[in-house]
């Protein structure tokens, strides 16, 4: 087991355009580019474990795939059926849209992932699935991979989801394209938006009204990609924080996503004091700019607003929390339990090793601000714990157990990480 040790830091001035491009966006293009008709172009594509698997299904599954180290093209020729078990690694984002993708698709194909994915809910994707007639099914009636799906006709549907997820949105979406008629779907709150944003600019027809969202069966095939990832908003909060908590610091990141469903950890460490200013540069795809973060004193926040467009970033927050004036508090979180660890339990434990208290309740916790100590601490395989304590490090210093997973989604972390501080691995 890989472990990784960080030195305090006094201070750092880093400007970069070296974040890792975006996960969500990148893994949407592969799968998208299949459904397009001619040769999509993908400048900055994420090359990290779990979109590459992404990359590798695409390949499996009949396009041919040309790599010159700067552009990725992807020329489809349909879906095709696979003889292989289509590995998503360790991307519940892969796995769940790639159910919706090819629950119409001609012929029979088995999603299956690394020991950690096989551990994460997939019904809230099978369910609404097989409810408009896809044939999908897995471990403990099709709530756990490997999964198994035999491309079928589908349904027009209306449906209301339980939980806003921008998984979900986007697995039903992308079997509406192949459906037999108009399409609804409802969330409680707006999602992550990019799957809309896309399709739209590939050629689909998507209208978006507030929490709904219709969709109509493809007529045509989509137009071909020609785009450039931007750097992902999610990696990008990790030096946000670094530079929110390390005095006399500060980080400019440049050519990352503004999406406004995508920034909203930006916003709340904004609200806890932190000097950050948002440059537009870019629309096309994706309104694409320059994030530049000062480090402030931070005081405490209550969060329990807009939840899913922030998940992924809670653990470095609570970092941002730890280092903060007062008694912080995270509600309405209970999709934290099912990510690639709990990562209710995984902050509240690492944290508690560092000296912080906290209140775990059901669907969040609490963090009273104080003083971060030096520990060693568990990533327990997931990506964004062990990050997000890696970043704590710059504070008091901090040793971090399993570090392998970074590579799932930001290969040159440790890289930028130097620029801020002594790392020993």
Known sequence: MMRAKVTASESFALVTDAIAPDKSISHRCAMFAVLAEGESRIENFLRAEDTLNTLKIVGHLGAKITDDGSVITIQSNGIQESPE????????????LF?????????????????????????RVTQPLRSIGAQLDGRNNGDLAPL??????LKAFDYTSPIASA????????????????????EPELSRDHTERMLRG????????????????????LQPLKIRVPADPSSAFFFAVAAAITPNSSVVIEGVTLNPTRIEAFKVLEK??????????????????????????????????????????????????????????IKNAEELRVKESD????VVDNLNLCGIET??????????????????????????????????????????????????????FFELLGECTKVEK
């Open 85 to 96: 078990i289509l590995d998503c690694g360790n991307s519940g984002t892969g796995m769940r």
């Open 99 to 123: 159910c919706g993708l090819l629950s119409s698709a001609n012929g029979h194909f088995i999603l299956s992932g690394d020991e950690y994915l096989k551990r994460r809910p997939m019904k």
């Open 148 to 153: 198994s799906i035999r491309g079928a006709s």
């Open 167 to 186: 998984q979900v949105k986007s697995a039903m979406m992308l079997a509406a394209l192949r459906s037999d008629g108009i399409c609804t779907f409802r």
């Open 202 to 221: 590939m050629g689909a027809r998507v209208e978006v009204n507030g929490l709904e969202t219709k969709i109509w069966p493809l007529e045509k095939p």
């Open 272 to 329: 806890m004091g932190a000097d950050i200013t948002y440059t537009l540069n870019d629309e096309t795809y994706e309104p694409v700019g320059t994030i530049s973060v000062k480090y402030a004193p931070l005081k405490a926040v209550v969060v329990e607003e807009n939840i899913s467009w922030l998940i992924d970033e809670l653990p470095a927050l609570s970092i941002a929390m730890a280092c903060a004036e007062g008694k912080s508090i």
């Open 343 to 346: 990562r209710i339990k995984t």
């Open 359 to 412: 209140e775990e309740y059901s669907d969040g916790y609490a963090v009273v601000g104080g003083t971060l100590q030096s520990a060693v601490v568990n990533s327990y395989g997931d990506h964004r714990i062990a990050m997000s304590f890696l970043i704590a490090g710059l504070r008091c210093g901090m040793e971090v157990e399993d570090i392998e997973c970074i590579n799932t989604s930001f290969p040159n």
